[in-house]
């Protein structure tokens, strides 16, 4: 009894907590019903490129998710799709043409040489700009979570999510000034990423740090040993520009300062590990590819269609959960009652669970939480079930709800168990949609694990111990007085 009560005092502890995240963490909305644009953008192949690698993909997608950034839409994705396509989905976005604007051009990559008389003032306008990068961070966190906390933190008073909205727009104003600042402090560009050829990370010899190698075709040698030698040993850098915003700034070494650096490769090092390296080298690359990038779909969810598939989704939820809980009430008695208790808090943990994670919620998610409750139901069906068996077989009351637990353990696991096993193959292999269909299923199966064997039990075995409770035709209709077997 003690021990029930112990389990009692946790499911009632864990549903006053999904309560509590439910009221205060919003729920994300994805794009179907939020509302926004869905591109579908083709990558060419070139004379110079005419196989397309993964190598390549992930430069591009890197390209583009940058790109997508700098229009500060949150909650977006840009996924691949099969070899050649990528799926990018702007959630709230509702101009294309702005979209396909900024999207479908091919990135510029520039190697400018630092004026001289500027270092100063470069360091100023770094610092400017890093300050203004983790301030848009913060902005956007507290926009993401909704958390009033974040919000005072990074705005300093009580501001509304309006207010905040206008906060990042105007730090992100203040981003490409800042851009534009430091561009200005370098000469323009006569070496382009079309004349680079590769780019890769790599460890360094010595310690635990890492360094990018890029490597140049015959003209780009050239005038890379030129700009190096001009500013070998000054303390100026070489600015390296994706698209006018500079990723990298790396100086030259005095020892170059005749002959500038040549053979077509050098190694930009720094305090680089396994991962800035490689972010590095998948931009610059990006930045390199001379590939052509085609809008081949668009499509526009407007906010009218995804407010009508909110309510028309959560009507179909709140419907189809009413009828189960009747179902089991009247089918299984007070089994079925407890059941429905054990519904509710599995519906609640559910919904704490994909805030918590930050699931972006879309109508296959709903649909896949919506089956989710019925997998739950399945569960308590096979338990409820067995208990029957049980005390038709002359078992004690007591007995058959612990056999009818026991028994249908290994089916309910198994059941749950493949199901899982599929939504892994549809989350690993699927995109877009399928996998927020695929990631609210599991979720919902995991935790109906938890409320069909923990918390029904539960409620069952403390039920038994209250004498009014204690009753075979309230589990078994037709069943009036206890079986005499143990």
Not at 117 to 136: A, K, P, S
Not at 368 to 381: E, K
Request: aromatic share 6%; charged share 15%.
């Amino acid at each position: 009894m003690g021990r029930q009560r112990l389990l009692l005092a946790l499911i009632l502890g864990l549903a006053i907590g999904a309560i509590v995240i439910i009221s205060t963490v919003p729920l994300r909305l994805g794009l179907d019903l939020r509302g926004g644009t869905q591109l579908t953008l083709q990558v060419e192949t070139t004379d110079k490129v005419p196989t397309i690698t993964e190598q390549d993909m992930d430069a591009v997608q890197r390209v583009i998710s940058d790109r997508v950034n700098e229009l500060g839409v949150s909650e977006t994705s840009v996924q691949q799709l099969g070899q050649n396509q990528l799926l990018v989905q702007l959630p709230g976005v509702s101009d294309p043409e702005q979209a396909q604007r900024v999207l479908g051009e091919t990135a510029q990559l520039e190697f400018r040489p630092q004026s001289p008389n500027t270092d100063q003032q470069f360091q100023i306008e770094n610092q400017i700009l890093q300050q203004h990068q983790l301030e848009l961070l913060a902005l956007q966190e507290a926009a993401n979570t909704g958390s009033q906390t974040l919000l005072e933190s990074a705005t300093g008073d009580d501001a509304t999510p309006g207010d905040l909205q206008q906060q990042i727009e105007s730090v992100q104003q203040a981003i490409q000034a800042s851009n534009r600042a430091i561009r200005d402090l370098f000469a323009p560009a006569d070496l382009t990423g079309q004349a680079l050829t590769d780019a890769y990370a790599r460890p360094r010899q010595s310690g635990n740090l890492w360094e990018v190698v890029i490597q140049f075709d015959s003209a780009g040698a050239n005038k890379f040993a030129e700009i190096s030698r001009d500013i070998a040993g000054t303390g100026r850098s070489i600015g390296i520009f994706l698209d006018d915003r500079l990723v990298s700034a790396p100086s030259v070494d005095v020892q170059y300062a005749e002959t500038g650096i040549t053979g077509g490769s050098a190694v930009i090092s720094g305090n680089f590990n396994a991962e800035s390296a490689s972010d590095l080298a998948i931009q610059l690359r990006g930045g390199a590819l001379p590939l052509p990038v085609e809008v081949v779909e668009t499509r526009t969810v407007g906010p009218t269609l995804g407010q009508d598939s909110i309510r028309r989704s959560l009507y179909a939820a709140m419907v189809g959960l009413v009828l189960v809980l009747i179902f089991m009430a009247v089918y299984y008695r007070l089994p079925g009652i407890l059941a429905d208790v054990a519904l509710v808090v599995y519906a609640l943990l559910t919904l704490a669970a994909f805030n918590i994670f930050g699931v972006t919620l879309t109508l296959p998610g709903i649909a896949g939480f919506i089956l989710s409750i019925g997998m739950a139901v399945d569960a308590n069906v096979l338990i409820f079930e067995r208990t029957r068996e049980e005390l038709r077989g002359g078992k004690t009351l007591y007995r058959s709800v612990e056999s009818g637990f026991y028994r249908a353990f290994s089916s309910i696991l198994d059941s749950n168990v493949t199901t899982l096993i599929a939504c892994a193959a549809l989350f690993w292999f699927g995109a877009g949609l399928v996998k927020g269909f695929a990631l609210t299923l599991a979720i919902g199966v995991a935790i109906s694990l938890f409320t069909a064997v923990t918390c029904s039990r539960t409620l069952l075995l403390f039920s038994l111990n209250l004498p009014q409770f204690r009753k075979p035709e309230l589990f078994c209709p037709g069943l009036s007085t206890a079986p005499s077997k143990s």
